[in-house]
């Protein structure tokens, strides 16, 4: 399983941002894709993950209301659209493929496959 994250930028406060990460080799029964972040100095924390079949979504509670997690089976892409951006949410975002339960979306070691990475960063 390959992941290729993109749609990061440069914004201000308060603007709209869409990431997108495109899911290529096999799938997997029950596969959840989901978006970590990490700001410099932090550890990686969880955004949102959606399972592939079905469609369950969970949030990190910092993110609700303001990011939706999507996912288009058919392109083989996961959206998350962020609005309302706040400085804190300044990070590398990463999106992983994985296998979690859904009370363990937020677990990073149950993620197996990473992308590379894409800045998004908040300015005032």
């Known amino acids: 399983v390959q992941l290729q994250a993109s749609g990061g930028g440069l914004v201000q406060a308060g603007d709209s941002l869409r990431l997108s990460c495109t899911v290529s080799?096999?799938?997997?029964?029950?596969?959840?894709i989901s978006w970590f972040r990490q700001a410099p100095g932090k550890e990686r924390d969880f955004v949102a993950g959606?399972?592939?079949?079905?469609?369950?979504?969970r949030y990190a509670d910092s993110v609700k209301g303001r990011f939706t997690i999507s996912r288009d089976n058919l392109k083989n892409t996961v959206l998350l659209q962020m609005n309302g951006l706040k400085l804190e949410d300044t990070a590398v975002y990463y999106c992983?493929?994985?296998?979690?339960?859904?009370?363990?979306?937020?677990?990073?070691?149950?993620?197996?496959?990473w992308g590379q990475g894409t800045q998004v960063t908040v300015s005032s």
């Open positions: 992983a493929a994985g296998r979690p339960i859904f009370s363990a979306f937020d677990s990073t070691d149950l993620y197996g496959y």
């Open positions: 080799g096999r799938t997997f029964s029950g596969e959840v």
């Open positions: 959606i399972r592939r079949q079905g469609g369950t979504t």
